[in-house]
């Protein structure tokens, strides 16, 4: 299945977001995904009749722009008042001399007291705005999803028609109301334009990474034996160039050192502002910064495959989901347009029964038109997540899904892994024993690190790494058992295994040993490694069970190291011996007992991570752990564990919030304007400004202490 990333523009209200997700559905594109907040669009193409070029028509013919983000859709050239500040500065030229007649208690200006002379400076905005709100509104009832513009347009034409009525018939001032319908056209813009940016704050974090994405790198090609250095942009690099990159320069793409050594700040990705040593064959991931050094390097992936791209996709993919939470206010939001126009019925017919009066009336409805918000409904929830996310990205800390944010709230028990989670996973060899007379210590190396060289697990790669053999031995088929270790055969027949107590148990009632070589059922040896605990691993239990959050220790290791290792940390349980499968059933357990999170970074633990409530797994973990996980810590440790959980507590809250004032803001206000206790005019800017106190309260999260 191909995946398509657009950026969509002319998204106006979550109705918009809505109409786009269920034409896309409705097209049979699968695992769709569209942001209001960002304005991003992902969906899944499964190969059917249905083209990339066709869907860009039918969204265009819905009245949305398409913008391909590898460049093969060009946008549309930018017309005259193609935004809403514009729109707004045309129409405040107009709207405000408009408004002067209304001080004519004051300040008499008598030339604006002419019908025709309001009239004129009136339908300029009149066009604008049915340019904008008119087209909007028809094309969202074509859709079948009327938006909030179908209401403005409503209110602002009855406004202008019943003036112009007035007019031309010369019924008199009374019937004059082009301030009404100018202003509310005019105030609308200035809230959208308010909204627009309120919107683009949460977005702040997500677009400093993006910025990071494009920058020009130092190529290296050789023509006749000599080098050859000129700059080239990132994009256009591909895996295997050769890149210079100079002291204070930034990281053009995700490459591997060749010569050099150098200083690194990472900080863009992982939160961690402590800069790192980097020497020969080690990795850079594109958007670091060089602070001290200069290396030649290899690019390992080009641009739009990076780890910077795939974390910023995986923030935008994020963005476009939908939590639970927010399911119930889209369906008030699909109905919503349609109900308040009932209202404002209702309103004119039962006011203009009681006051025998037309245009109180009608202005009357009209407010309860304009008034009326849909839009903080939907964007109640996406504002919070986008700043959620991109505090959370900006720290190092990826959420995969939006989901994840809300489920955070509930964790009453986190789960650790021992090795690699609670421990560094750096290990050294401690002590060994040669058990058989038949093979020199010699051999004895040469085949635990034949076996442990395949293997993820952290214990096996320190023994590789230390005990490095020029000769290895080749083997006819190698595969790692989960929960037991690596097994291999040789062409001759001979089986070898590398791995826990659990292979060994036939053979040697000495179980403390981390690990044991057998051949052919023949126990060859043992090898002891010894590990040192997280610096931070402390402070994180503690800050746990300060919050009431049970700690579980669950490890495959033997139950004296993990007792150890929990009586130290202040860990409330400790399960321990535990196969993959066992750890499985052990989460399956925990999460029926209450919402659980699991914290991990192995093979073997790839399937508990898939199974609790919230998976969180560390960056330096295998790739199918990192792959099951929900949440991915980027910086080397459990240290933003606090901050995740908080900001997912947090990020809740807010929503919780914008709801609240959301359905608030809309209860109080529509009944105040039905009984005439405001003006249209004043409707529209009090209806304007209500989007920008949830962006406002919003982009708190950016500096709210969470922990």
Avoid at 643 to 663: D, V
Avoid at 665 to 672: E, F, L, M, R
Wanted: glycine share 8%.
């Amino acid at each position: 299945m191909k995946t398509v990333n657009w950026k969509v523009e002319g998204m106006t209200c979550s109705n918009c977001a809505l109409t786009i997700h269920k034409y896309l559905e409705k097209e049979g594109m699968a695992d769709v995904k569209v942001s209001l907040a960002s304005g991003d669009v992902s969906f899944g193409i499964n190969g059917g009749n249905t083209s990339s070029q066709q869907i860009v028509k039918g969204l265009e013919s819905l009245g949305y722009t398409v913008h391909d983000e590898e460049g093969i859709i060009p946008p549309a050239k930018k017309k005259f008042l193609s935004n809403h500040k514009q729109r707004f500065l045309f129409c405040l030229l107009f709207t405000a001399p408009l408004m002067l007649h209304m001080l004519d208690k004051w300040v008499h200006i008598h030339w604006l007291m002419n019908p025709w002379i309001q009239l004129a400076l009136c339908l300029p905005v009149f066009i604008v705005g049915m340019d904008f709100f008119g087209r909007s509104a028809i094309k969202s009832i074509r859709n079948g999803m009327p938006n909030m513009n179908v209401l403005v347009a409503i209110g602002a034409t009855a406004a202008f028609v019943y003036s112009l009525i007035g007019t031309v018939f010369n019924l008199g001032t009374g019937f004059l109301f082009y301030e009404t319908a100018a202003s509310v056209i005019t105030l609308v813009f200035l809230g959208n334009f308010l909204e627009d940016a309120s919107i683009q704050s949460t977005q702040r974090a997500l677009n400093k990474l993006a910025r990071s994405q494009k920058v020009m790198a130092n190529m290296i090609a050789y023509h006749e034996g000599q080098e050859n250095v000129f700059p080239v942009e990132n994009t256009a690099l591909r895996s295997g160039d050769l890149i210079l990159i100079r002291n204070g320069e930034q990281v053009p793409a995700d490459c591997k050192i060749l010569a050099g050594e150098a200083t690194v700040n990472e900080a863009i990705l992982t939160g961690e502002s402590m800069p790192l040593h980097k020497k020969s064959k080690d990795m850079l991931i594109g958007g670091s910064l060089l602070i001290d050094g200069t290396i030649r390097a290899q690019v390992t992936s080009e641009a739009k495959d990076s780890v910077l791209a795939n974390i910023i996709n995986l923030v935008k993919r994020a963005q476009g989901e939908k939590p639970p939470v927010q399911q119930m206010a889209d369906k008030i939001s699909a109905i919503f347009v349609p109900v308040v126009l009932g209202i404002a019925v209702v309103t004119f017919i039962v006011n203009f029964v009681i006051l025998h009066n037309f245009t109180a009336s009608l202005m009357r409805s009209i407010a309860v038109l304009v008034i009326a918000c849909p839009c903080a409904m939907g964007l109640a929830t996406p504002a919070a997540i986008a700043v959620g996310l991109g505090r959370a990205a900006r720290n190092g800390i990826l959420f995969r899904n939006a989901k994840s944010l809300e489920l955070f709230r509930n964790i009453r028990q986190v789960v650790f892994d021992k090795t690699g989670t609670l421990t560094t996973g750096k290990f050294v060899v401690a002590n060994y024993k040669l058990l058989s007379e038949n093979i020199s210590l010699a051999e004895f190396k040469q085949i635990v690190v034949s076996l442990e060289k395949y293997s993820n697990h952290p214990i096996a790669q320190s023994i590789a790494a230390e005990w490095k053999q020029p000769d290895n031995i080749r083997w006819q088929q190698i595969d790692e058992i989960k929960g037991q270790g690596m097994k291999a055969t040789t062409k001759e027949g001979d089986v070898y295994q590398a791995g826990s107590y659990r292979i060994a148990m036939a053979h040697t009632r000495e179980d403390n040993h981390n690990v044991y070589i057998l051949k052919n059922e023949e126990l060859l040896g043992w090898i002891d490694v010894k590990d040192e605990i997280r610096p931070e691993a402390i402070q994180i239990v503690q800050y746990l069970r300060h919050r009431n959050i049970r700690t579980i220790l669950l490890s495959g290791d033997r139950h004296a190291k993990c007792q150890q290792l929990a009586t130290f940390l202040g860990i409330d349980e400790v399960i321990a011996e535990k196969t993959p499968e066992e750890k499985l059933t052990v989460i399956e357990d925990l999460t029926l007992q209450g919402p659980t999170a699991m914290v991990g970074d192995g093979i073997n633990d790839a399937p508990a991570l898939a199974k609790a409530t919230i998976g969180i797994s560390l960056s330096e973990a295998s790739q199918i752990a990192v792959q099951t996980a929900d949440v991915v810590l980027m910086n080397q440790g459990i240290k933003n564990l606090p901050l995740s959980l908080g900001l997912g507590r947090h990020t809740f809250l807010t929503i919780k919030q914008n709801l609240f004032w959301a359905f608030f803001y809309n209860i109080i206000a529509i009944p105040v304007a039905a009984f005439g206790l405001l003006t249209p005019t004043f409707g529209a800017l009090v209806m304007g400004l209500s989007d920008v106190v949830l962006g406002i309260n919003s982009v708190r999260l950016f500096v709210k202490k969470v922990t």
